[in-house]
């Protein structure tokens, strides 16, 4: 597929070119390939087991790709993986996080993992903490926060560096509406600073308000690459939710759920 040009003042930041990877014998990428600009918001889309936890994870360094290359703020992975993450935010759809630890040692921990010089570490934790309501629990262990709590100790620690690329799989799950409506505006306002974001998500109506682009992947391939207004114009539909439905053969959805209601009926 061809990759859409940039536009002019969008330095790339991420390359990814025909990237593959297979877990064991079961290949789930197939020759990935597209770029990422300085200051874009792109939603990676695709039913469950498509590939997308696996692409982010390949472009983190976290899994060494099959075949292909991945450069991220100018660095290749694997091989300049540790200049590469330290450019990088990550935030999974699930981590393990250290549960013996209190949310302020955490973020203590993974700030100076990057280096970040110690009183702006101390600066940027109270500072995070304040502003997503976690002032108050900073000094309770990990394993007494809710899932919502954890997540926002995530988003925090993926910021801690100031990274240049942000990878976010499933950023607002668990959080509440008001820390979900921050995220997103924050999401925006770190574009505006130039930050690369590449958001994750199954919830649609989320992408269209904060993504600037979208990949969809399907079965681990690349299926379709371009502006939210492009996507929906070739495909002549006139939401996100419509166009990834055709693209992805899930327009007999909708016949389900009225099968399932029958079943329920009967």
Same mark, same amino acid.
């Not at 919830?203 to 690349?222: F, M, P, S, T």
């Given at each position: 597929?061809?990759?859409?040009?940039?536009?002019?003042?969008?330095?790339?930041?991420?390359?990814?070119?025909?990237?593959?990877?297979?877990?064991?014998?079961?290949?789930?990428?197939?020759?990935?390939?597209?770029?990422?600009?300085?200051?874009?918001?792109?939603?990676?889309?695709?039913?469950?087991?498509?590939?997308?936890?696996?692409?982010?994870?390949?472009?983190?360094?976290?899994?060494?790709?099959?075949?292909?290359?991945?450069?991220?703020?100018?660095?290749?992975?694997?091989?300049?993986? +540790?200049?590469?993450?330290?450019?990088?935010?990550?935030? !999974?759809?699930?981590?393990? /996080?250290? *549960?013996? $630890? &209190? %949310?302020?040692?955490?973020?203590?921990?993974?700030?100076?993992?990057?280096?970040?010089?110690?009183?702006?570490?101390?600066?940027?934790?109270?500072?995070?903490?304040?502003?997503?309501?976690?002032?108050?629990?900073?000094?309770?262990?990990?394993?007494?926060?809710?899932?919502?709590?954890?997540?926002? +100790?995530?988003?925090?620690?993926?910021?801690?560096?100031? !990274?240049?690329?942000?990878? /976010?799989? *499933?950023? $607002? &799950? %668990?959080?509440?509406?008001?820390?979900?409506?921050?995220?997103?505006?924050?999401?925006?306002?770190?574009?505006?600073?130039?930050?690369?974001?590449?958001?994750?998500?199954?919830?649609?109506?989320?992408?269209?308000?904060?993504?600037?682009?979208?990949?969809?992947?399907?079965?681990?391939?690349?299926?379709?690459?371009?502006?939210?207004?492009?996507?929906?114009?070739?495909?002549?539909?006139?939401?996100? *939710?419509?166009?990834?439905?055709?693209?992805?053969?899930?327009?007999?959805?909708?016949?389900?759920?009225?099968?399932?209601?029958?079943?329920?009926?009967?």
């Amino acid at each position: 597929m061809d990759q859409p040009d940039l536009p002019p003042d969008h330095q790339v930041t991420v390359s990814v070119d025909n990237l593959t990877f297979s877990y064991g014998s079961n290949r789930v990428l197939h020759g990935l390939s597209f770029a990422l600009g300085r200051g874009e918001v792109v939603g990676l889309l695709g039913p469950n087991g498509a590939g997308k936890s696996t692409t982010i994870k390949a472009l983190t360094g976290i899994l060494p790709p099959d075949g292909g290359s991945v450069r991220v703020a100018g660095y290749s992975m694997p091989g300049e993986a +540790v200049e590469a993450k330290k450019r990088i935010g990550y935030v !999974p759809e699930a981590a393990a /996080l250290f *549960e013996s $630890l &209190s %949310g302020q040692e955490f973020l203590e921990l993974m700030g100076r993992l990057q280096e970040v010089p110690e009183e702006l570490l101390q600066f940027r934790i109270a500072r995070f903490l304040k502003q997503f309501d976690l002032t108050g629990v900073r000094l309770r262990r990990l394993d007494g926060y809710s899932k919502g709590m954890r997540q926002k +100790v995530l988003l925090s620690a993926a910021l801690l560096h100031n !990274p240049d690329v942000l990878m /976010l799989d *499933e950023p $607002l &799950s %668990g959080l509440d509406v008001n820390a979900g409506l921050m995220v997103r505006d924050l999401i925006a306002a770190l574009a505006k600073e130039g930050k690369t974001v590449l958001y994750s998500s199954h919830v649609l109506d989320v992408v269209e308000r904060v993504c600037d682009r979208a990949l969809i992947i399907h079965e681990g391939h690349l299926i379709a690459d371009g502006s939210l207004e492009s996507l929906k114009a070739s495909t002549e539909r006139g939401r996100l *939710e419509d166009v990834f439905r055709q693209l992805t053969d899930a327009e007999g959805t909708v016949s389900g759920v009225s099968e399932i209601i029958e079943v329920l009926r009967s």
